[in-house]
C-alpha cells in the first residue's frame, strides 16, 4: 500500500534536508565518517524509492516510467552557465525535443 505521493515527497524531503544539514556540519567539523557522502546518497536513493512508489501507486510501471523521461532529458540540448544546465531553446533544438509519453507505462 504504502503512502500518498505527497506524503511521500514531504518525508524524502524531509530526510534529505536532515542528512544535508548533519552532512554540512559534519565537514565543517573535519568530516565526521557518520555524515560521509555515502549517506548523503542513502538519502537521495531513499526519494528515488518514495517517488518509484508513488509512480506505482498511479498505476504506472515505474520502469517505463524512468525510460520515458530520460528520453526526454536526453533529447535536450544546451550547456551549462553558472552550475545549471540551459537547455539550448531555438527552433531547431526544440523541434528535437522529445516529449514523455507515459500512456504505455500504464497499468491496465
Not at 518525508?11 to 556540519?25: N, T
Not at 528520453?71 to 523541434?95: L, Q, V, Y
Amino acid at each position: 500500500m504504502g503512502f500518498e505521493d505527497d506524503r511521500c515527497k514531504a518525508i524524502a524531503k524531509e530526510k534529505a534536508a536532515k542528512m544535508f544539514s548533519l552532512w554540512k556540519k559534519a565537514k565543517e567539523k573535519g568530516m565526521c565518517p557518520k555524515y560521509s557522502p555515502f549517506n548523503r546518497i542513502d538519502a537521495l536513493g531513499d526519494r528515488v524509492v518514495y517517488a518509484i512508489e508513488g509512480i506505482e501507486q498511479h498505476g504506472y510501471n515505474a520502469e517505463i516510467v524512468m525510460d520515458e523521461i530520460q528520453k526526454e532529458i536526453n533529447s535536450r540540448n544546451g550547456e551549462i552557465i553558472d552550475g545549471k544546465f540551459e537547455k539550448f531553446k531555438t527552433d531547431e533544438a526544440k523541434a528535437k525535443w522529445y516529449k514523455a509519453n507515459f500512456h504505455n507505462a500504464l497499468r491496465i
